[in-house]
């Protein structure tokens, strides 16, 4: 257990209505990660952050806004949700490559239905 | 940008067999390749890690082994059970950056 939580962890919204997502960690890694799972996509990154205030975007960034103010908690924000970003959201932390071991853990996702 | 492959994309086999799940990606310059376990509605679980400078790891029944010049990673499942029945997927990272990529997996049935 990497001490990973995500809430909400099932969601209904409506089109246009913004909404965030939380993920908090207990174990103060310094990397945290959002994904999102799609049949036939597998995993993708949205945003990444490498520590307090620091993020970089993913692959399917677009969309989505992250903040990290604290180092336990990583946020992503849909300005304005859209059906197409009804999916599986998963948070994971990473080791960052501490003794060469760049390993992930992930949280239990959440999972996000944009009517 | 890498590529991760999984074939097959599923797998039945009867409990007790032997089997191996593949995982290929297109740029060998990889720090290291993860493999994780994830069932039904639930989160990824870590199943090994192997580091660039390995070739291979073990945990119980799960042997994991690493081919850099191939691009190739494949885990071995010994004895398998009905509680083996998961989707398998694979991440590598690059030497430098920390974005991960992820193969869209191989979902494998053992029939008791």
């Known amino acids: 257990d990497a001490g990973i939580t995500q809430s909400p962890r099932h969601k209904v919204t409506e089109t246009g209505t913004p909404v965030t997502l939380r993920c908090h960690q207990t174990e103060n890694h310094r990397y945290m990660y959002w994904y999102r799972q799609d049949p036939g996509h597998g995993l993708r990154l949205i945003h990444y952050s490498y520590g307090v205030k620091d993020t970089d975007k993913g692959e399917v960034s677009d969309g989505y806004s992250v903040s990290r103010s604290k180092t336990e908690d990583f946020l992503l924000t849909l300005e304005s949700a859209t059906s197409s970003q009804t999916s599986v959201y998963f948070c994971?932390?990473?080791?960052?490559?501490?003794?060469?071991?760049?390993?992930?853990?992930f949280g239990p996702g959440t999972r996000l239905t944009v009517l | 940008k890498q590529e991760v492959t999984q074939i097959p994309a599923a797998l039945s086999v009867p409990e007790g067999e032997n089997l191996v799940l593949n995982c290929s990606f297109t740029d060998s310059a990889i720090y290291n390749l993860q493999w994780f376990r994830q069932d039904p509605g639930k989160g990824l679980t870590s199943l090994l890690l192997i580091q660039s400078s390995q070739r291979e790891q073990t945990s119980g029944r799960l042997n994991a082994s690493l081919d850099k010049s191939s691009g190739r990673s494949t885990l071995y499942i010994a004895a398998s059970q009905p509680g083996d029945s998961a989707t398998y997927l694979c991440a590598v990272t690059k030497v430098t950056g920390n974005q991960f990529y992820f193969g869209t997996g191989t979902s494998l049935t053992v029939i008791p």
């Open positions: 994971a932390i990473g080791l960052g490559g501490l003794a060469g071991r760049n390993e992930q853990f």
